[in-house]
């Protein structure tokens, strides 16, 4: 029996008052997750700066390379030959009949000299600059596998043990790794924490999401996909303010700070709850009683009658063995009745109906009512050996991978603004935000399925117009500010599919397989980052390469999409059958409507 054909959680919630101080309150502490989890993944941002430099001029306290000597040692007067220093090379340069020519080049190896204080960003403080320079943007690599791992393992155990012990544990960790980033003592173990940071932010942020989902009801889910799209916009405009106050004090100094985004979690010990959807979905009555008791008490609602009303008359008292009994004692026969242990714990009614009282078994029974539910196989590879969540989730992970990918390639592809990258990185995030607030509306007017392939569209044609201006506007033209335009047309169109494929996926997705779906799809959108780089290579082969698979991709995205069932006014499915039904009625629609449109054709 499916839970959610006894006990209808959504009108729980709303009987809770789910606009009340409690549900505010528990959206609250979800939602600071948010923090940790976008100053994380973008600090490189801030601290990975790569600076101006260029090679240390030799002074009489260096070794000259022998090779400079040999040009430079009895030249002091004729000045034939003189050095020159540039970024990755020092050359020796010689002056014939005015005409200027290149004899000697070497690498720095007298070391560097940055424009800015060495300290500013970890990329000059190891020197990760010309050979190295590749260095600095494989530690987000890292990070990004990182965080490919953590998507595919982690939200296993939040749809297994629940969200909030995996939420906490993984906030402490993140903390740990990140502090740990601080206090690096080389680059080598600066990148190992880094893939650490990027395994226990994806432990926060799927199992946050799910928590935030089901906190509300089905007619609010819209409004909460937008109002939680501003909490990672919130997380990008607290990073950079942090980036700015702390850019004074060098990168470490940024590092610690970020790493005081998880102090969040002491009140996610204290006072974050269980999802009440997930404890019925596992039958775990008596916590699912006992927050409802706390939800209405801070509400200042009647328990009993929510209680009476939606939950008594679908439960049942069941044994739940410590110990089992030793063989002898306990027959598996069917004529043995099997003792029911009822909360007073007085008398004890049996199987068979009769009631006396309980031998004394040396198996230890503690009271625990459940939820009569058939369980149902929660291994992640359901997710692709049933066919109904098989489509889904192949849909679902090919959009989210274009969607990385073009969201990345985007910057790649698209010319860089000028001014300062505090502005930028702001101005982006601003577009985000525009984005987000795209989402309620959308979603309530034109349902999810309208909503994404409208911002994948935007995302697509903002590709191709970036590439196509890059390509036909010179350095110099006045009009490249239509660069800017686009790219931040791009911004929007892309980051918005992204906040659309947040929400749209767990409601897709049964409560007992959501966060391992998630998880997956965010390892899609990871692989999807890894491969974007490949995009400045292929612009210096086919310039119009990446414009056309980004757009083709998008355009593919939209297709699949249609595939999908609208979940606009639907609760939240409990069950793999809650999916299946949804298709089997939407199939039915579309048969409905075609034979309308064919009665009308042939009046």
């Known amino acids: 029996m499916s839970p959610e054909s006894t006990v209808n959680v959504d009108k729980i919630i709303r009987s809770l008052n789910q606009t009340g101080r409690f549900n505010i309150f528990q959206y609250f502490l979800v939602s600071i997750n948010n923090l940790a989890v976008a100053s994380n993944v973008l600090a490189i941002v801030f ?85 190295k320079s590749a260095l600095g943007p494989f530690t987000q690599t890292m990070q ?207 199987i068979n109906g009769n009631t006396t009282t309980a031998p004394e078994y040396d198996a230890e029974f503690h009271v625990e009512r459940r939820l009569s539910v058939m369980p149902e196989d929660t291994r992640v590879w359901v997710l692709f050996t049933n066919p109904t969540l098989c489509l889904i989730m192949c849909i679902n992970l090919y959009c989210w991978f274009i969607a990385s990918l073009s969201y990345y390639g985007l910057y790649l592809t698209s010319g860089s603004l000028e001014g300062s990258h505090y502005l930028n990185f702001f101005l982006n995030s601003f577009c985000e935000m525009l984005a987000m607030s795209t989402l309620w509306k959308g979603f309530e007017w034109f349902g999810r399925k309208k909503t994404l392939i409208f911002h994948f569209t935007i995302g697509s044609l903002s590709l191709i117009a970036t590439t196509v201006l890059n390509i036909v506007l010179s350095k110099n033209s006045s009009l490249r500010i239509l660069i800017s335009v686009a790219s931040f047309l791009g911004m929007f169109g892309i980051s918005g599919a992204f906040a659309d494929l947040w929400s749209y996926l767990p409601e897709l997705i049964p409560t007992d397989h959501r966060n391992a779906a998630l998880g997956l799809a965010s390892s899609a959108a990871r692989v999807g980052s890894a491969l974007s780089p490949f995009s400045a290579f292929l612009v210096e082969i086919i310039p119009w390469g990446p414009a056309v698979i980004f757009s083709s991709g998008c355009f593919i995205a939209n297709l699949l999409i249609l595939l999908l069932p609208e979940s606009r006014g639907r609760q939240l499915p409990q069950t793999i059958a809650d999916v299946e039904g949804w298709l089997k009625k939407d199939k039915k629609k579309k048969i409905k409507n075609v034979d309308e449109i064919k009665a009308l054709t042939k009046e």
């Not at 005409?99 to 800015?116: A, D, F, M, Q, R």
């Not at 706390?294 to 069941?318: P, Q, R």
């Open 47 to 131: 601290i990975g700066v790569y600076p101006d430099f260029q090679c240390r001029p030799y002074d009489n306290s260096s070794v000259w390379p022998k090779e400079i000597e040999n040009y430079t040692k009895y030249d002091y007067a004729d000045r034939k030959h003189w050095i020159e220093y540039g970024e990755c090379a020092v050359d020796v340069v010689s002056v014939e009949n005015d005409t200027k020519s290149k004899v000697l080049s070497l690498p720095c190896t007298n070391g560097y000299i940055y424009n800015e204080s060495k300290d500013n960003s970890f990329v000059s403080e190891w020197d990760l600059v010309c050979e």
């Open 144 to 350: 990004t596998i990182g965080m490919t791992l953590g998507a595919m393992l982690v939200p296993t155990f939040a749809d297994r043990y629940g969200r909030k012990p995996v939420i906490i544990i993984c906030q402490l960790l993140l903390g740990a790794a990140s502090f740990g980033v601080r206090f690096s003592p080389n680059f080598q173990i600066f990148t190992g924490l880094k893939v650490f940071v990027g395994f226990f932010q994806q432990g926060i942020a799927v199992p946050a999401q799910n928590i935030a989902i089901e906190l509300f009801s089905t007619e609010h889910r819209a409004v909460i996909a937008t109002l939680y799209g501003f909490n990672w916009v919130t997380g990008c405009f607290f990073l950079v303010l942090q980036a700015y106050l702390f850019s004074s004090y060098g990168w470490r100094a940024t590092a610690l700070s970020i790493a005081c985004n998880s102090v969040v979690v002491i009140l996610n010990i204290f006072f974050m709850e269980e999802s009440l959807r997930w404890l019925f979905a596992k039958g775990y009555l008596d916590r699912a009683e006992s927050l409802i008791k706390k939800a209405a008490k801070t509400n200042n609602l009647d328990f009993d009658a929510i209680w009476n009303t939606h939950v008594a008359g679908a439960t049942e008292l069941i044994p739940v063995p410590e110990k089992e009994a030793p063989p002898e004692e306990i027959s598996l026969h069917s004529e043995t009745p099997i003792p029911v242990v009822h909360q007073d714990n007085e008398s004890s009614s049996f």
